[in-house]
């Protein structure tokens, strides 16, 4: 019943000959690989047309677009191929109308409920560049120069983190038989990388046994005695350690989840017991984890007691500070992360408080031997004493994000990087003022770092609130109108905020709600953006609380 596609070309093309086709499509495809000899205008018209776009949607003032996400996926349902290449107008034209006008305004200054912001300008024409170049950092073969740069880039990160002596970097930064860290694609990727090597490293080869890399996960196990493996963290950590234990054979039951006091950090006491308790029952412990900055509430967990907990048990300390690193780079703040030098291993994402682009994620090692662990050879390339960064590491082929991590360093600096996360704690703190002053509005936590969660309180109830007096009943309709406020204010698109679920104390009993969840990092939000989202939120909220009125 339906043509297929040669059949469809052929009807379009019926009085041409097959020669005259096949020169057409030759010449159309070469000239996208050398338009400034074929057609000059074509690459100035595709620069001139993004920037314009470019231009308007970094201005863009609202933050999301109205659109319902039904219509969304009736504009994407088609499968087809296009036979013939299109003509980059009419492409760009299909684009306009529904990518860029459909997309988020995550450079918004009133979207700040994500981890992804504004990005200062010098990573656009740096983009150009990395693709234009294409180098794959994967092999010395296909990157050279970049591979060197990337060491660098990482060994600059990882002084900030372990502050080693002079000596130390000048042994290792470019000592193929080290490695200070691996640029991988994100957070998820690194703290993966962290924990494979921890096993690795944990379950290696000894007296005859081959190893786990090389023997598995049972007979490792078996050889050394356990009854199973686990890894220990806040009940906070980030989902990206599930994937972790389950890629690692594991399993998802495997992830001891400790609970968080008042202050989202990890509760150490029961941390302690946990320890004590797998160790009784001859679990191994691959890893305990501390989160520096967590992804929920921007609270770090105490890490000078978490590594003193690991030190005492010989256990891995991984440091998963994807969010919270660059609060190293603060004068102001860095004490937070007291207790990071003695991780293992660390994770940070360069796509959140570096402010680079997404697809920057880096591990880091105390001990510049760990990644042995889990090197890999290949004849045709990866080979043995060799610089391909490619050996240890979980990912094959990848971009030469270290120009945007390099660049920021020097671009921004440490001076730079201290300014914007002072700014962005000092707004944070701000907010939170506000929001305290408000009778509208109630702070959950006191922010440790720059998340903030709070919630909205219809009218009758905020005298309730006052007095600390909200029944289970109460905390439903909250929880209720909250998660409407949520969804309609992102509906809207003027602002957003995101949300998260919180555990609160009612009348001593443990209750879940719905908290409103602010990530206070975009350098281009001000107090005044600040107050304009509050004030879209009690607007939203009190014209919520009437129809509910009306609808009971
Ligand atoms: C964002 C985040 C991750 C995951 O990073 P991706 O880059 O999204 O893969 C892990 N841990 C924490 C604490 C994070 O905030």
């Given amino acids: 019943m339906q043509l297929n596609n040669q059949e469809i070309s052929k009807k379009n093309i019926f009085s041409k000959t097959e020669e005259e086709l096949q020169y057409k499509i030759a010449d159309k495809v070469m000239q996208l690989f050398f338009p400034s000899i074929h057609e000059p205008e074509l690459a100035e018209n595709m620069d001139l047309q993004i920037a314009n776009i470019v231009y308007d949607f970094l201005n863009a003032s609202n933050a999301n677009t109205n659109i319902d996400l039904n219509s ?10 296009p036979i013939e290449p299109s003509s980059f107008e009419s492409y760009f034209k299909y684009l306009t109308n529904n990518i860029i006008t459909h997309s988020i305004h995550t450079s918004s200054p009133r979207f700040i409920g994500h981890m992804t912001s504004a990005l200062p300008y010098f990573v656009q024409p740096l983009a150009k560049l990395m693709t234009a170049m294409n180098q794959n950092a994967v092999k010395i073969e296909t990157a050279k120069a970049l591979s060197f740069y990337e060491r660098q880039a990482l060994s600059m990160m990882h002084r900030q983190i372990y502050s080693f ?4 970097y000048a042994q290792h930064i470019q000592n193929n038989q080290s490695t200070l860290g691996i640029l991988v694609s994100g957070g998820t990727i690194a703290n993966i990388t962290a924990l494979w090597c921890a096993r690795n490293t944990s379950l290696g080869p000894k007296n005859g046994f081959g190893g786990i890399e090389k023997e598995g996960l049972a007979l490792a196990l078996n050889f050394y005695g356990y009854k199973g493996a ?11 350690f599930d994937k972790a234990v389950d890629l690692m054979g594991i399993g998802t039951q495997g992830l001891i989840k400790i609970p968080v006091d008042s202050n989202n950090r990890v509760n150490i006491q029961v941390l302690r017991q946990a320890v004590a308790k797998c160790r009784n029952q001859n679990l191994h412990i691959i890893a305990i984890i501390g989160v520096a900055g967590t992804t929920d509430s921007g609270s770090v967990d105490p890490l000078l007691e978490i590594a003193e907990i690991a030190h005492e048990n010989n256990v891995h300390f991984h440091v998963d500070a994807a969010w919270g690193g660059p609060i190293i780079f603060s004068k102001k703040y860095r004490h937070k992360l007291a207790g990071i030098k003695q991780a293992d291993s660390v994770t940070i994402d360069g796509h959140k408080q570096l402010y680079l682009p997404m697809g920057i994620g880096m591990v880091f090692f105390r001990d510049p031997h760990l990644a042995s662990s889990i090197e890999k050879e290949a004849s045709y390339t990866m080979r043995k004493g060799s610089f391909d960064l490619g050996k240890r590491a979980l990912e094959g082929s990848r971009p030469g994000m270290s120009l ?18 002072d700014e962005s704690i000092r707004k944070t703190q701000y907010m939170a003022t506000r929001i305290s002053a408000m009778s509208e509005f109630e702070l959950l936590v006191k922010p440790d770092t720059n998340l903030l969660t709070y919630r909205y309180i219809p009218e009758p109830l905020r005298e309730v609130v006052a007095k600390k007096q909200l029944t289970k009943t109460d905390n439903l309709l909250i929880t209720q109108l909250n998660e409407n406020l949520q969804k309609m204010q992102r509906q809207i698109g003027r602002t957003f905020i995101s949300r998260t679920t919180k555990t609160i104390t009612s009348f001593d009993e443990k209750i ?3 908290a409103l969840r602010a990530v206070i990092a975009n350098p281009l939000t001000t107090e005044e953006d600040i ?9 939203i909220g009190s014209e919520i609380s009437m129809l509910s009125f009306f609808a009971n």
């Fill in 72 to 81: 969304l996926i009736q504009k994407f349902s088609d499968s087809q191929v």
């Fill in 165 to 168: 002596s002079d000596n130390f």
């Fill in 230 to 240: 686990v890894v220990i963290g806040s009940e906070l950590m980030h989902f990206s």
């Fill in 404 to 421: 945007f991590l390099h660049a920021g360093l020097n671009l921004i600096g440490l001076k730079g990087y201290e300014f914007l996360i």
């Fill in 531 to 539: 107050d304009a989202v509050l004030n879209d939120q009690i607007q």
């Fill in 512 to 514: 879940s709600v719905v």
